[in-house]
RNA sequence: GAGGCUAUGGCUCAAUGGCGGAGCAUCUGACUGUGGAUCAGAGGGUUGUGGGUUCGACCCCCACUAGCCUCCCCA
């Protein structure tokens, strides 16, 4: 045991068991996306540094990617977003595709950040974008994507809410109250800080920043206003349209939504637990400049990510994850001795020319043994070809969840599986 | 990058500075052609790693590693 080799630092192992929740979640994502029109498409899990780089030129991305030199030389990063390979396929055949584009992905990427509850450095996730389309209209169905996925998974409105704020209406009403261009990284990062401060701790800390208890006081009140999307046609329209749509219990106005302001132009907006435990499950909105920093012409975009680890957390609090049974094989052939492993294994490629999943015990050992194994791989059926069937061109198959066994002749086998009602 | 808690058999956990145990799981048998139950028995440990204190360390101290949690950050 102490000489197993550890897995790398917030990797998961993912057992079959583990492996079927990942495909399930991924078949979830998978039905919600293509009811929507949308094409799945995949990336390089490796990519150049610069492609990160280039892009707002963030520290933050050199310090949180996993980097390496290859041996050629170059910088190579696993893929810590897709974003910006997606920006490059776009590029790439900017006048060939078809607009708008609707495009979703689920895989893996590598972030360096300290693992904790619902955050790994190795994770999966899911993008979906509609790229080419700047109406209010596309940022309403990417919402009404992300409620459609909550209800598929039995996350009701009183469990998870999406939380909705436009950038556009923020800075002009951060204008409005003389908050000025050089203070708004300040406030972005007040307004992120609201709820863990207490409320004169909060303050302290503005007056600490130079900005005025004037300011303070203004700031207070805009975030206390759940009415202020009213002021924001856009928004005015896109609870309209969620309304129309018949999702609109899901979301919320929140003017303390700021998500990667650096990014986004205009709508924003996150999911998370009702009871704000934890951290959010999912984010995005909308960005005006996508493919311009990869050298393509601007091009107008609307997404949102979601990762596999918070999904999952939240999923077994509410006990919403299905009883996901792994079963490696339907049938089980036993092999009753020596000389009919041959035999058995005949049987066996019968029932896989059926269709059937079926597996060979690979040796000849006490039938119980076979049968308890049978037993623990949740098989439905095991068969069994001893002397006595030899002699006389039978078969006997036991059905294990009913307990009753039957012997038949053998040109009915596959038949008689098949009309016990298995598959 | 900072802090807190934790690390004992495959798993979940006990053990006042003085003989490291239990439950579950595994294997074997009861049952020489039959699985989930029951009973009996067996195997399995350098107590995460490396130092230190002590007559004596799972226990106390230090460092390291990993996990969990919180802060920071979150494209």
Redesign the pocket.
Known sequence: ??EII??????RDFYPEDMAFRTWLHQQIRNVSERFGYQEYDAPFLEKLDL?AAK?G?E??K???FVFMDRGGSEISLR??L?PSLARMVAQKQNELVYPLRLWSFGPFW??????????REFFQWNIDLIGSSGYQSDAELLAICADFFRQVGLTPDKVRININNRRLMDSELQKIGISQEQKQIVF?MI??RD?MRQDEWFTYGLSQNLTAESLNALRLLLDNRELWRESPELTEIFNLLKIMGCAEYFDFDPQVI??L???TGTVFEARDAAKD???LL?GGRYENLVGDVGGDPLSGVGF?MGDVMIQ?ILEKYGLIPALTVQPAKVVVTC?DKESLSDSYALASVLRAAGIKTLCYPEY????????Y???I?ARA?I???????AAGKI?I????????M?IDRSLLVETLESMNIF
């Open positions: 045991m102490k550890q897995r790398v630092k917030g990797t990160y707002s963030e933050l991305v310090e949180q990617a810590p977003e974003t972030r360096y950040e300290q693992p904790q509850k619902g955050r790994t990062r992120d800080r863990k998500r990667g650096l990014y986004y934890g951290r959010a984010g990510a957390v009753f050992v006490k039938l119980d043994r076979q049968m308890k049978a037993n623990r949740h095991v069994i070809s001893g002397p006595d069937e030899q006997t036991k059905d294990l969840e009913n307990r009753t066994q012997t």
